[in-house]
T-cell receptor, first 113, second 112 residues
């Protein structure tokens, strides 16, 4: 079974731009969560989606948003990029009935210049 | 209350030795405690997980010990190998949600 896939793997943007990252969960997984990983703050929860609805949200500004499609694929968007948004963005998927058991993708490395 | 505190930040162990990483939490609503292993350039991979109704879980060389009254849990890696060199994260989840609260991570180096 294929794992979680994330595209693109690497991105370079400049301040003020916006970016959209994509995540395809493991087949059969309906829940998708997003995390930001930085050397200083570690792994921080961004949001969780299942059945196309956001169920949980972390402590991030409104510039960070996401959505989930009917096929469980998910996208996250960051608008008005800041230098501090440079990070590895990780997507994780899980079964609807075992949402806490999450399997991570390889991440998208975002560099904001 | 949402924090998970992990120690040590880094750890050096000789091949064949035991690696021990500790975590502590405060929120009693947490009921799922996984450990993840991450290699450079990769996403975290689920290693082993435990729920608070058991005090210990073993999978191969990896063991989780859980102390509910102390709100602490730890990962033991027996017979540590150079291939175990990676960053390890403990985490906690409040119920059947896709929200994991992670510790700060421990960088493990196993010397040959």
């Amino acid at each position: 079974k294929a794992g979680v896939t994330q595209t693109p793997r690497y991105l370079i943007k400049t301040r003020g731009q916006q970016v959209t990252l994509s995540c395809s969960p493991i087949s059969g997984h309906r829940s998708v969560s997003w995390y930001q990983q930085t050397p200083g703050q570690g792994l921080q929860f961004l949001f969780e989606y299942f059945s196309e609805t956001q169920r949980n949200k972390g402590n991030f500004p409104g510039r960070f948003s996401g959505r989930q499609f009917s096929n469980s694929r998910s996208e996250m968007n960051v608008s008005t990029l800041e230098l501090g948004d440079s990070a590895l963005y990780l997507c994780a998927s899980s079964l609807l009935t075992r949402k806490e058991t999450q399997y991570f993708g390889p991440g998208t490395r975002l560099l904001v210049l | 209350q949402q924090q998970v505190k992990q120690s040590p930040q880094s750890l050096i162990v000789q091949k064949g030795g035991i690696s021990i990483i500790n975590c502590a939490y405060e929120n009693t609503a947490f009921d799922y405690f996984p450990w993840y292993q991450q290699f450079p350039g990769k996403g975290p991979a689920l290693l082993i997980a435990i729920r608070p109704d058991v005090s210990e879980k073993k999978e191969g060389r990896f063991t989780i010990s859980f102390n509910k009254s102390a709100k602490q849990f730890s990962l033991h890696i027996m017979d540590s190998q150079p291939g175990d060199s990676a960053t390890y994260f403990c985490a906690a989840s409040p119920g059947n949600t896709g929200k994991l609260i992670f510790g700060q991570g421990t960088t493990l180096q196993v010397k040959p």
